[in-house]
């Protein structure tokens, strides 16, 4: 999904931080990234502190909030990925700011490199996106993309990084609306962490159908019409982090009791029931199990 080249983006919704710590991975700690990122993406849980624990934590270093550089408009969204989270975060805002009468308030959005502090632990590129609720915030390391591409085999093209940054939006909106508080963290098929993961899903479609309409503060609409292939391209990424694909990457066999996201199938159906339509679908705790 692209942006009008001349629809202007408001960066002071973001943050970006450089500097930190930065991982020191070696030998077979890479393998461990891999299977922690596996655990906690798009959980909107930390687990850097398992990482922590077997050695891949780094060392620290000073840290600066440096403001995003060239980053004015949706011609720059297109070019440049850290841009493209900065001009979807003001759309994000935008439309979700119109779906609540009151109580909206908007989550900080921190873009970093390497590592960086959060109210929920260590915020890590090894571990990927999340949304941790005790700060309210979305923490993502744009680095996460080239990730799903040759780690876990999705084509992460625009569409998919803007669905990344959606679903984490769509956990601080399940926060806000209680729904996160109603999500047991067990596992399993029907277990509140599948239903909270689903529902994230199923807001990002809600987003990505009404982007085109969603306009800068000039009256701009931010975004052109989504494709068929840009939809096809976030497909790619919902079936490549849906929990029977993952478990058979990593060379075991499927097992529904240890479930916390939901399937491929699952994913992509949620996704698609939002932006078909809309939010007021999105009832994932409202269903049956059957239903899911």
Known sequence: MTFNDNARIDTGKVQRRRGGRVAAIGGGGALVVIAVALLSQFLGV????????????????????????????????????????????????????????????????????GSTDSACGTASAAI??????????????????????????????????????????????????????????????????????????????????????????????????????EIADAMNAAASIGDDYIQQRSGGQVNPEGFTHGTSEQRQRWFQTGYREGVAACGTFDVSAGSL
Do not use: K
């Not at 600066?64 to 850290?82: S, V, Y």
């Not at 999705?154 to 569409?159: I, V, Y």
């Open 128 to 229: 990927g996106p999340f949304y941790c609720p005790s700060d309210e915030s979305i923490y993502l390391d744009t680095a996460f993309f080239a990730t799903l591409r040759s780690d876990f085999g999705a084509t992460a093209g625009p569409l998919a990084q803007m669905y990344v940054l959606a679903h984490e939006w769509g956990h601080h909106v399940s926060n806000l609306t209680g729904d996160m508080q109603r999500a047991d963290r067990g596992s399993g098929p029907a277990s509140g962490s599948v239903r909270l993961e689903l529902q994230a899903d199923c807001y990002a479609g809600a987003w990505v159908g009404e982007a085109s309409t969603v306009t800068d503060a000039n009256g701009q609409a931010f975004m052109r019409p989504v494709t068929a292939d």
């Open 46 to 113: 930390d687990l850097t502190p398992i990482a922590q624990t077997v050695g891949l934590g780094g060392q620290s270093s000073s840290e600066q909030i440096a403001p995003l550089e060239n980053c004015e408009t949706g011609a720059d969204a297109n070019a440049n990925d850290e841009c493209r989270m900065a001009a979807a975060a003001d759309s994000l805002d935008v439309f979700w700011a119109d779906q609540f009468e009151s109580g909206y308030r908007a989550p900080g959005v921190i873009l970093y490199s």
